[in-house]
């Protein structure tokens, strides 16, 4: 059985950066038929994806594109996981973030249990 | 980016009513969509990927439809624990990109 427990703080500074770690049990962060995802949610904006890890015959990574430039997520391999950085952070980045694995080919099936992440001084 | 649009935002229906939501892509997805159900304070479920293909446990009063730009996720029998918002989602082409949900509720 797939689960995906999230660690990481729940209170960040503005302009400080946001870190979050999604440990993985049952599967690998290695697995080429799935990709390693992290959401957030918000009253004001729903659900938004902002990035993955993956690998196929070589690790890549991929990002919405209102973050370019602020998030970085990565695999860890010797721990089987993965994290998420998001940097300068403002109060529009609060909100329920969420790591996930999405099958190849058939949606998001696990869901981490989510981190309530409030940007404020 | 492909923008995914979903219609109703909202809807009431009796218990036993026949419920439609649309979900509209932009641009061609082919059959790269996925239906979540999300209940009050809990994580999104995964009910149906590949536009129409039912999730391992998901009731079969559940059924998705579509291709291209147009899909539909159908609820044949509505019953009181199926209210939830549910999200359409496009996948496999990055940005993954969620609609903006569908309230639905017990008339």
């Known amino acids: 059985q797939v689960q995906l427990q999230q660690s990481g703080q729940g209170l960040v500074r503005p302009s400080q950066t946001l870190s979050l770690t999604c440990a993985i049990s049952?599967?690998?962060?290695?697995?080429?038929?799935?990709?390693w995802n992290w959401i957030r949610q918000s009253p004001s904006r729903g659900l938004e994806w902002l990035g993955r890890?993956?690998?196929?015959?070589?690790?890549?990574?991929d990002y919405a594109p209102f973050l370019r430039g602020r998030i970085t997520v990565n695999p860890d391999t010797s721990n089987n996981q993965f994290s998420l950085q998001l940097n300068s952070v403002t109060p529009d980045d609060t909100g329920v973030y969420y790591c996930?694995?999405?099958?190849?080919?058939?949606?998001?099936?696990?869901w981490g249990q989510g981190t309530l992440v409030t940007v404020s001084s | 980016d492909i923008q995914m649009t979903q219609s109703p935002s909202s809807l009431s229906a009796s218990v036993g009513d026949r419920v439609t939501i649309t979900c509209r892509a932009s641009?061609?997805?082919?059959?790269?969509l996925s239906w979540y159900q999300q209940k009050p304070g809990k994580i999104p479920k995964l009910l149906i990927y590949?536009?129409?293909t039912l999730q391992s446990g998901v009731p079969s009063r559940f059924s998705g439809s579509g291709s291209g730009t147009d899909f539909t996720l159908t609820i044949s029998s509505l019953q009181p624990e199926d209210v939830a918002i549910y999200y359409c989602?496009?996948?496999?082409?990055?940005?993954?990109?969620f609609g903006g949900g569908t309230k639905v509720e017990i008339k």
């Open positions: 890890t993956l690998y196929r015959s070589h690790w890549a990574s």
């Open positions: 590949e536009a129409s």
């Open positions: 996930a694995r999405e099958r190849d080919w058939a949606g998001i099936d696990q």
């Open positions: 049952g599967d690998t962060v290695s697995n080429s038929s799935a990709t």
């Open positions: 641009q061609d997805i082919r059959s790269h």
């Open positions: 989602q496009k996948y496999n082409i990055d940005p993954l990109t």
